[in-house]
């Protein structure tokens, strides 16, 4: 009808027009009409969210929407909420919209390319299922253009969320004046202050560069997702799990990439299980690991050419051109570019927090009990915790659970312990409890039971190249009734694997309990319940 048709339009305009709302800077609105509950209020807001990161923009939504919508509360009742955000630009100028590292410059674009760098490597084993198939080239920006589109449409969709929730988004520097003021400096240096009965610290971290000379000229996976030409042959310094990511889905991608590791490969862990990563990478994938030797200088060298005319050229050889890498004790080597994944620092220095009385580490940590810091009104989440996993869903549920006790009667805490991660390198890598040597150290040698075995998975039964490095299950186990402390998984879809594992480990499970299951036939997952070679710890 007509009327429907006028009501279709008069909806879509509405939300439309939240939506345009929300990629503006909202400042508070003082004239705002307010409820009786509003009235009251001493301060500006009820929560503010410092940070507009996967773990912030949880927290903000959950505070801002009562989990039980029966019970029919007045919107103009629900806590006033506004989340504070501001991306520094890079060194090399990158920035970003809402979302945090996660969405922008981290999980998801990481994900999207080693994707990218399967699909390669499943196109070149196509031939022995049968298939014909052309030679296989791959284009940097294509591929690019498509991560980054995707990337901007998740974070427009986080600012309309914000919006049809009533959450200010107030972009700016934001740092305590006073324990309940926040002083905000915009992009063109214009300064606001709000107050709130709470604030929630939710500013995650940014890359290190290394103290060298000429560091700068290096980028970080705060650049890298989003260049718009291929970084060509590329020097990628650090062992951490960014490092050996990004050096997996470049090598797939046909960049041949060179890895520096500072020192061991995915420090904290399984050592076992970190080397087998990197003999897979080092092996298998032909990636060269220079062990042992450390950049001590960058310099620019004349461009005699670059990699910016032809995305599918391979460098092979040094050829004086980019970046020229000092070492020790190493000749010095040539790339169009150097990535350091060398660890991360918590982005607290700015916040003022000695003007509110919150508590930090020499790090720059925050301390926390509960998520609640030395000022009682003042919590945090996320990778700026002392102590705590710095993985996205982490903060995540921290947030969620935080905001339901802030406002919601909620009363769960967050558990730290059992977080299932995967690192997504070439041979994946999940993982959930605890590695052999932290089990060790935690209950003695003695108690302490492992369970290994190798795997040959069926997408590798035809391959004529399949790897020498086979994929791999670990149960590290404890006690006469033999609980699975630590569940280790390097192979196809790790990530799905280990997932529904960690629920079975957060129950207790036992390695009986993993016998006692039927497995799924033909899977990689079954060979977890059907173990029988032990190495018994003691004395090793």
């Known amino acids: 009808s007509t009327q429907s048709t006028w009501e279709s339009l008069d909806g879509f305009a509405a939300m439309f027009s939240r939506r345009v709302a929300a990629h503006r800077c909202v400042w508070p609105s003082w004239?705002?009409?307010?409820?009786?509950?509003?009235?009251?209020?001493?301060?500006?807001?009820?929560?503010?969210?410092?940070?507009?990161?996967?773990?912030?923009?949880?927290?903000?939504?959950?505070?801002?929407?009562?989990?039980?919508?029966?019970?029919?509360?007045?919107?103009?009742?629900?806590?006033?909420v506004a989340v504070v955000d501001f991306v520094e630009p890079s060194p090399h100028g990158t920035t970003w919209g809402l979302g945090g590292t996660c969405v922008n410059v981290g999980c998801i674009p990481k994900k999207l390319m080693h994707i990218a760098s399967n699909l390669g490597k499943s196109m070149g084993s196509a031939q022995s299922f049968g298939w014909s198939t052309a030679p296989v080239t791959h284009n940097w920006e294509s591929l690019a253009e498509a991560v980054q589109g995707y990337v901007r449409r998740l974070s427009f969709a986080y600012k309309g969320e914000l919006a049809d929730r009533s959450i200010d988004y107030l972009v700016g520097r934001g740092a305590f004046a006073d324990p309940h003021t926040l002083e905000i400096v915009d992009y063109r240096g214009g300064k606001r202050q709000i107050t709130s009965k709470m604030f929630v610290i939710a500013t995650g971290g940014r890359p290190r560069y290394p103290d060298i000379a000429g560091a700068q000229l290096g980028i970080t996976s705060d650049d890298l997702f989003w260049l718009q030409r291929s970084p060509g042959r590329t020097l990628v310094v650090g062992g951490s799990y960014i490092a050996l990511e990004c050096a997996g889905f470049l090598a797939g991608l046909g960049l041949q990439p060179v890895v520096a590791p500072r020192s061991v490969?995915?420090?904290?862990?399984?050592?076992?299980?970190?080397?087998?990563?990197?003999?897979?990478?080092?092996?298998?994938?032909?990636?060269?690991?220079?062990?042992?030797?450390?950049?001590?200088?960058?310099?620019?060298?004349?461009?005699?050419?670059?990699?910016?005319?032809?995305?599918?050229?391979?460098?092979?050889?040094?050829?004086?051109?980019?970046?020229?890498v000092e070492f020790a004790n190493l000749a010095p080597l040539y790339f169009d570019t150097v990535l350091f994944a060398t660890g991360r620092k918590p982005l607290t220095a700015g916040l003022n927090l000695d003007k509110a009385g919150v508590a930090v580490d020499a790090a720059g940590k925050v301390v926390t009990e509960n998520e609640q810091t030395s000022a009682p009104h003042i919590y945090a989440i996320g990778d700026i915790l002392q102590g705590r996993p710095e993985l996205t869903p982490v903060a995540v549920k921290a947030g969620r659970l935080l905001a339901a006790r802030l406002f919601w009667g909620g009363t769960a805490h967050m558990d730290y312990d059992l977080v299932p991660t995967t690192v997504f390198t070439p041979l994946e890598y999940g993982c959930v409890g605890l590695g052999e040597e932290e089990a060790i150290a935690r209950y003695g040698a003695s108690e302490i039971k492992v369970y290994r075995t190798a795997l040959t998975p069926l997408e590798d039964a035809l391959a004529d190249d399949a790897p020498p490095t086979s994929p791999f299950c670990k149960l590290v186990c404890r006690g006469a009734d033999e609980v699975v402390a630590g569940l280790h998984y390097a192979g196809p879809n790790a990530g799905e694997v280990v997932q529904g594992f960690a629920t079975a480990l957060r129950l207790g499970a036992r390695k009986a309990d993993l016998d006692a299951t039927v497995g799924i036939h033909p899977t990689c997952a079954e060979t977890l319940t059907t173990m029988d070679a032990t190495r018994t710890v003691a004395g090793c």
């Open 31 to 80: 004239s705002r009409a307010k409820s009786t509950t509003a009235a009251a209020r001493s301060h500006d807001y009820d929560l503010v969210v410092i940070g507009g990161g996967s773990g912030g923009l949880a927290c903000a939504k959950a505070a801002a929407s009562d989990p039980d919508p029966a019970r029919g509360r007045d919107s103009l009742a629900l806590p006033k």
């Open 265 to 324: 490969l995915l420090r904290g862990f399984d050592s076992e299980m970190a080397k087998m990563v990197g003999a897979h990478m080092e092996v298998d994938c032909g990636i060269p690991f220079l062990h042992g030797h450390v950049p001590t200088a960058l310099t620019r060298v004349d461009a005699g050419h670059t990699n910016n005319n032809n995305t599918n050229t391979n460098h092979t050889t040094n050829n004086n051109s980019g970046i020229r």
